[in-house]
């Protein structure tokens, strides 16, 4: 329901509001389980990744300011 209003709105791009749900509740709860998996991995900090992801798949803007990547921090990249 808040995909559908915020296409309504045109704060999101259109598309199937239920695929587009799908499809950002399983990012999010990717997100999560990789970083809870993956602690040491360079991971950008949340708030970052969860607007850039949302960007991607919903077309919303940036709330957080796009900052370069910390990614020596640790861990190497998955494989």
Not at 8 to 14: D, N
Not at 16 to 32: E, F, K, N, S
Not at 43 to 69: C, H, K, N, S, Y
Request: charged residues 20%; proline residues 13%.
């Amino acid at each position: 329901d808040g995909i559908s209003a915020a296409q309504q709105h045109g704060a999101v791009r259109p598309g199937d509001p239920t695929r587009m749900a799908v499809h950002t509740w399983a990012a999010l709860h990717g997100i999560a389980g990789l970083r809870h998996a993956r602690p040491r991995f360079g991971w950008p900090p949340p708030d970052e990744l969860i607007d850039e992801m949302l960007e991607a798949l919903l077309g919303l803007p940036r709330t957080t300011p796009a900052t370069p990547r910390d990614t020596g921090s640790g861990g190497a990249a998955p494989s």
